[in-house]
């Protein structure tokens, strides 16, 4: 019987029990994705795990769990998900906060396609399709679409929302659940997201307001199926995302990934801080990349590798880490250099890893998940990945707030820390971690439902008709949280501060 | 004759197939990673075009699918690199880059540096070249002197020649084994492109286009907090049209700060015949398809249709171009009911080429 027959065979089968449709699902997918054994694109991931380990990914999501994957490909697994769902007769979208590599995702949908019935829709940048939103893609059977722009349609049109979506796959599910749990509207159209660091449980009451929507506690009540997958997620993050997102006996609960256990380095300047990463970066074998999330790190960064001379580039795009290392035979012959702005993505490769190096975290996430997708991207990118480096500084923005607002120095003295280190490099590291552990408590305390913190901006130039009136207080109102950038001002007064009125000349 | 089609990282393989049916039988692309920037900045482009994804393609991997797209659609593929000259610290960074393009076979390269040509020479490229219209091979002894020494397929001949001129290169280069491409619409030169060094990479557009065209931008007039008012005005809905609102403010700003308004020089009224000339303007900018029958008679090879950043623009522009070019006869009065708009059409700053007997019937009217 060839591949399509069995699609067909499958999708023709009269319900028959869940078990029984996985097994025959199961066994069809192992022709399906060593169809072409030799591409170097689709499902070359897939087939380069174990037989049993796959299988295991998943079974756990059609069960309906987050799957912590390590590097694997988490769209693939998502399209096998949705397959599945398709079998059971279930509209199923994909979605996903992180840069897909847009080649390599559409070839994978072409595989898809060559099935021959199945309808696929795409909607949002991420997917290549700016503009084109959940009402665009008809009667899909499966979708791939942008977070902002899908919970967006969640909110804007609640009724479109669950009348087409039958089930969710979350990619980096762990981002989308926590790290951008909340998401603050402005005419209908989704302006900045945040997490809560810590939930207690105690919703204020403006949370009520129309314009924020929270999107775990949402989903959670609905009843389409959703399942998802991570690249790591820390026990932290899984027992915020449990509290919130699974109802007991409705929901599986998450399973932290194991940790990815890297070592951390405090300083007390800046200055201390970024000399150090150069100086590691230029002592390491093979290639680098450094991540960082500050504008202002990043230029003080560049300015030290220029001292130091050796070149570095800069960029935002997550896809540009495969270019650049696959480039720059002649144009630099030796070490290269990539600083990334933000959080760098975990969806974009699919062969193996390219060249030696190592992956150095300038400055301190906000989630320590974060640390560990960046940790994924540093063991997909490179042969013999070691676990990033995380370098802290005490003169850190976030730090300064939790000093300000939190009383941080009634709570240690932070001196005490970084005198001693130049000779004994092993207490150094041990009293950093004490320091990061200090940091995720002070976080943990302050930074709940009362005091979401936002971490993506989403502003566009033009804003979407809706035909609601949103008055100015309510407006405002919605951006007291912190800024993302940690400068320690509300959001509306820093990085969503509107420009002056004076007018030109 | 067929035509060559610029490509960008917006379009796909289904739209490369798309493009194939309207008779594209090559196509151009640039390849500029993001990692240029950083190095070089944006200001410097290695083929004249804005950096980034709506201009070029930025990853080896949207590299590689266009590029397999393009040859299973059964199309050629050529890479521009024709920038008029390239700093020698670029010279070791554009070797990785047409090394790295080399992996996918293009079937050329555009080029308009001739030290590039001896680069490329030097590094083994044998790839036939297409001299770029920045070369300015404006007569038969620039064509042969750049034919001796280099591999040449083709030349893009400068667009500011006339159609007589043009049609005495042809006349020249019979049976030199070089073909002969023109440009046919959209991004004509204000100034003299072959001449002009002026940097083509901006990241709004063109330094000399931003010159000529600043007057008209309507947001030269507003405040700088003019988007705030819009969107009171849309949330506060009509309370704002009342003494001391922004918008009232902002309407007084406008009336005490007029400026004068830009001069077009040319009546682009349709006056109800056709679509007002401004769209067209937009659309196309500049068009030579009632030149298309002339270049046919004479033996051009190849129409440019370039647009590359042009997404949205694309594929009304290759249809009518693929319709003058297909039909029997497209004569003026043929090419102009494809653009059904009078207006534009007798305004002569539009044409590509100068056409006499496309405008005959309106100057004896």
Known sequence: MSLIEGWKTLRGLTPVPRAELMARFLQWIEEFTYEDASDPVVFSSWRGLNPKVREGYLREAISGSIVGVCEASQLELGILYGLFQILERRRCVITSILMYDLPNMRKLLDRVRSLGDIKIGLMGAICGAPGKRLADCGDFDLALSDYFEFMGTMRRNEDLFFEKVQSIFLLEGDLCLYSNRILAFEHGVPRA???????????????????????????????????????????????EINKVFCVPGHRRKLKATP??????????????????????????????????????????????????????????????????????????????????????????????????????????????????????????????????????????????????????????????????????????????????????????????????????????????????????????????????????????????????????? | MFITFGLDANDTPDRIREYVKYGVEEFFAGFVPRDWLSKYGWEVCPNRRPLGGGYN???????????????????????????????????????????????????????????????????????????????????????????????????????????????????????????????????????????????????????????????????????????????????????????????NEFARHLTTNQMTPYDYSVDLCANGCGVEAVLPKTLYQNCGLCSIKHFRDMGIDCLKVPLRGATDFKMPTLAIVHAAMTAPDPNPDFCRKLINSPAFCDARIHCYYDVPEAHVKRENG
């Open chain 1, 193 to 239: 997201s945040g997490l809560v660091y810590k939930s207690t449980g105690k919703v204020p009451e403006e949370w009520s307001n129309q314009d924020f929507i929270d999107v775990a506690s949402r989903l959670s009540q609905s009843k389409i199926a959703i399942a998802g997958s991570a690249s790591r997620i820390s026990k932290f993050t899984a027992e």
């Open chain 2, 57 to 247: 393609f930025t990853q080896v991997s949207e590299l590689a699918e266009m590029s397999e797209a393009v040859h299973k659609a059964g199309a050629r593929l050529n890479l521009a690199i024709n920038a008029h000259d390239n700093g020698s610290e670029r010279v070791p960074y554009l070797r990785d880059m047409v090394e790295t393009m080399e992996q996918f076979n293009p079937d050329g390269y555009v080029v308009a540096d001739p030290a590039i040509m001896f680069c490329l020479k030097e590094w083994g490229i044998r790839r036939p070249l297409h001299i770029s219209t920045g070369t300015g091979c404006f007569s038969m002894e620039s064509i042969k002197f750049f034919s001796d020494k280099f591999n040449i397929r083709r030349v893009v001949i400068p667009r500011k020649l006339s159609i007589s001129e043009i049609a005495r290169i042809v006349e020249q280069t019979r049976g030199m084994n070089v073909e002969l491409e023109v440009m046919i619409i959209g991004y004509r030169c204000y100034f003299n492109d072959e001449n002009c060094h002026s940097i083509h990479s901006g990241a709004r557009r063109n330094l000399c286009g931003d010159m000529l065209l600043a007057k008209m931008h309507a947001s030269n007039r507003f405040p700088d907090d003019w988007k705030d008012v819009a969107t009171d005005l849309h949330a506060s809905g009509i309370e704002v049209f009342k003494e001391g609102t922004r918008l």
């Open chain 1, 259 to 505: 940790d990815i256990g890297y070592t951390a380095f405090t300083f007390r300047t800046s200055d201390e801080r970024l000399s150090a990463v150069v100086t590691d970066v230029l002592k390491c074998e093979g290639n680098a990349i450094v991540v960082a999330c500050s504008d202002q790190v990043i230029g003080m960064l560049q300015e030290e590798f220029r001292k130091s001379g050796q070149p570095a580039s800069v960029t935002s795009r997550a896809a540009d880490i495969l270019t650049f290392f696959q480039m720059g035979a002649n144009a630099e012959p030796g070490k290269r250099v990539l600083i990334i702005r933000g959080m760098p993505s975990t969806l974009i490769w699919s062969g193996d890893p390219i060249c030696k190096g190592a992956i150095f975290l300038a400055e301190h996430f906000i989630s320590p998940d974060m640390h560990g997708k960046i940790f994924t991207v540093g063991k997909q990118a490179f042969e013999e990945s070691q676990p990033p480096r995380l370098y802290f500084a005490l003169e850190d923005g976030l730090f300064e707030i939790y000093s300000e607002d939190a009383g941080f120095e009634r709570l240690f003295k932070v001196i005490d820390f970084t005198e001693k280190y130049d000779h004994w490099k092993q207490i150094r590291r041990v009293f950093a971690k004490s320091m990061v552990t200090r940091l995720h408590r002070i976080r943990s305390e302050s930074l709940t439902e009362e005091l979401p913190l936002f971490t993506t901006s989403l502003t566009r130039s033009v804003p979407l008709a809706t035909g609601k009136s949103v008055s100015k207080k309510k407006a405002s109102a919605k951006m007291e949280a912190m800024c993302f950038c940690g400068s320690g001002k509300p959001f509306k007064e820093c990085h969503g501060k509107r420009k002056s009125g004076m007018p030109k000349g």
